[in-house]
């Protein structure tokens, strides 16, 4: 496996995980492909917001527009996950993206 992405859906949210390209493959604009693939796909699914918590890649994620925010900003089934509960320390930066959503 050289990149990843997850994501996790929670109506009309989604939370984004686990974004990683493997060191090797690094400087290719792999990350960003992934990016732009999931979220593409998630606004096709119709959600409106997507969230993620980041520890090393807030300048990463600002390129594709998210802002950061507190984690109390979070909608609250995303809190819920085992991402904000258990995977991510506190000091995580939280960060948001509102998409356009594409009509059925």
Avoid: N, W
Avoid at 49 to 69: G, H, K, N, S
């Amino acid at each position: 496996m050289i990149g990843s992405a997850g994501l996790e859906r929670y109506g009309d949210t989604a939370l984004l995980r686990s974004v990683a390209v493997a060191s090797t493959e690094r400087g290719h604009s792999l990350g960003k492909a992934l990016v732009q693939q999931v979220l593409a796909y998630t606004a096709s699914l119709g959600v409106c917001q997507v969230v993620l918590l980041t520890i090393t890649a807030a300048d990463f994620f600002l390129r594709f527009e998210f802002q950061p925010i507190s984690r109390a900003e979070v909608p609250r089934a995303s809190q819920a996950s085992v991402e904000f509960q258990e995977a991510c320390p506190a000091s995580a930066t939280g960060m948001s993206l509102v998409l356009e959503v594409e009509q059925r």
